[in-house]
């Protein structure tokens, strides 16, 4: 009597797995549409903040929910002012980008327009690099088809360590609207300029006995602000958009005051303060791009250890951490999809030590108890693997054998998680933590072997300032 054999995982993974084509292809992002329908927010993560096949997938995923889907808000895992920049240059809209310089320098001179482009700080090939210029430079094209500002796609950024840049755009906004308001701010603001170029040196000195936190300073701006916006809207140069942006960096540096006072606190709530202030930027700007009958709909580019629901996750289970994807998938329940990113080895852009120069290291092959090992074992190169639960009942046998897979998936495991910093010696107990990676994500994507993040130069400075040109908004 023959007995059939049970599959291993790695076996039953291979089954449930679409199977990807080459980046290049349109039929890449076509096997994604699955997620779309009744979605508003689509969160796309990345196992590491420096491996190219990661930023190619979510470009090309992008473009097509841009084109087909109506998606019209790309948020990332980016400070504001920086990606302001590129959203002013691929939405063209009127009005001067704010600010247009930094603060003045430590020679008290004012840097030209031209040497201020973006993403010029530590980690600057997060968002400094090839991939992200390709796809900005679409983006642009694209928006150039569509006549209405409001029906452009825009580029918005959702993290908070911009106190300097942001300050600076709040205080050159209302030199611009109410020239009293902005001598008022810049007093305000005042308390924070001991700080504003090491603002993590901000927290150790608010917990010394007889300093006075700025919280109440900075509150007064954003409240003023606030409390004026049907006057400054009117402001013919910089509108609604001029207010969005002051506003945004205002309430920036109200949440980064409190995140860099709880540094010195413990780090599961500094990472709380961090992630729910990146969530209250990604619903505002679905609130804002949501006027006139129009429904907005935003694509996330962000870390898996931000989009992955961290519920599931030794960050919620142990540190008591929470994250953007379960904010996301609590508030805005079936609307939000949450597509993680995974590989074996290969290499990747990253640092040793938090702002030293970036390297490109190579990636060690993947821990045998990991959930990496397993899809390694299937042998596919790339694919897409569907974790979302299906009926009580299924309807086919291949969806009954997927649902095994994902009861077996449901086993905690390894999962390895590479930031801005990668220390291969000391892998295990840096990069991995346990993980049930169906509960994390509603689907994972896998590729076997991946490339590091090709990174851009440093920006052109020019002695004299000078007119927007090709090199624009990178400086190239």
């Not at 209302?174 to 993590?200: H, Q, T």
């Not at 860099?260 to 500094?270: L, P």
């Not at 040793?352 to 060690?364: L, N, Y």
């Not at 400075?461 to 007119?467: H, I, L, N, S, V």
């Amino acid at each position: 009597m023959s007995h059939s054999r049970v599959p291993s995982l790695p076996q039953r993974i291979k089954a449930a797995a679409i199977p990807l084509p080459d980046l290049s292809s349109p039929k890449f992002a076509e096997a994604f549409d699955t997620y779309v329908e009744g979605a508003r927010v689509v969160l796309l993560g990345e196992c590491s903040h420096g491996t190219s096949e990661f930023y190619q997938a979510r470009a090309a995923i992008t473009r097509r929910l841009v084109t087909k889907h109506g998606f019209n808000i790309i948020a990332v895992e980016a400070d504001w002012p920086d990606a302001h920049s590129i959203d002013h240059f691929v939405r063209d809209f009127p009005g001067p980008l704010i600010p247009s310089r930094p603060l003045a320098g430590d020679d008290g001179t004012l840097a030209p327009q031209s040497s201020i482009a973006p993403f010029t700080r530590f980690p600057t090939w997060m968002w400094r690099n090839t991939d992200v210029q390709d796809f900005v430079n679409w983006l642009k094209e694209y928006n150039d088809t569509i006549p209405g500002l409001e029906d452009k796609a825009g580029f918005f950024g959702l993290d908070l360590y911009s106190l300097h840049a942001s300050t600076t755009a709040v205080i050159e906004y209302l030199e611009r609207v109410d020239p009293e308001a902005a001598k008022s701010a810049r007093k305000r603001y005042g308390c924070l300029a001991p700080w504003v170029r090491n603002p993590e040196r901000y927290g150790l000195a608010a917990m010394s006995k007889g300093y006075a936190p700025c919280e109440k300073e900075v509150l007064k701006v954003l409240h003023s602000l606030l409390k004026r916006q049907l006057q400054y809207i009117q402001d013919a140069q910089l509108g609604d958009e001029g207010f969005m942006d002051a506003a945004h960096n205002a309430i920036l540096v109200h949440d980064a005051e409190k995140y860099y006072q709880a540094m010195y606190q413990g780090r599961d709530e500094s990472w709380n303060l961090r992630d729910t202030h990146m969530f209250n930027t990604l619903r505002r700007l679905l609130e804002e791009r949501s006027r006139g009958g129009r429904v907005a709909k935003a694509v996330v580019w962000a870390h898996n250890s931000h989009i992955g629901d961290a519920r599931f996750t030794g960050m919620g289970t142990e540190n008591g951490e929470l994250n953007i994807g379960q904010l996301c998938r609590e508030h805005f329940g079936d609307e939000a999809v949450l597509i993680g990113f995974g590989t074996h080895t290969g290499t990747v852009a990253a640092a040793h030590e938090w702002d030293r120069p970036m390297q490109v290291m190579r990636v060690r092959k993947s821990r045998p108890d990991s959930y990496e090992a397993l899809m390694h074992d299937t042998g596919i190169d790339r694919f897409l693997l569907d974790l979302r639960e299906g009926n009580e009942t299924p309807a086919t046998e291949k969806e009954a054998e997927r649902e095994e897979m994902i009861k077996l998936l449901m086993k905690h495991r390894l999962e390895r998680f590479i930031g801005v910093i990668y220390r291969p010696d000391t892998e295990r107990w840096s990069h991995y933590q346990e993980a049930c990676l169906p509960m994390q994500f509603d689907g994972y994507v896998w590729f076997n072997e991946t490339n590091a993040v090709k990174a851009l130069p440093p920006p052109v400075k020019d002695k004299e300032p000078r007119e927007t040109d090709e090199t624009y908004p990178f400086g190239l």
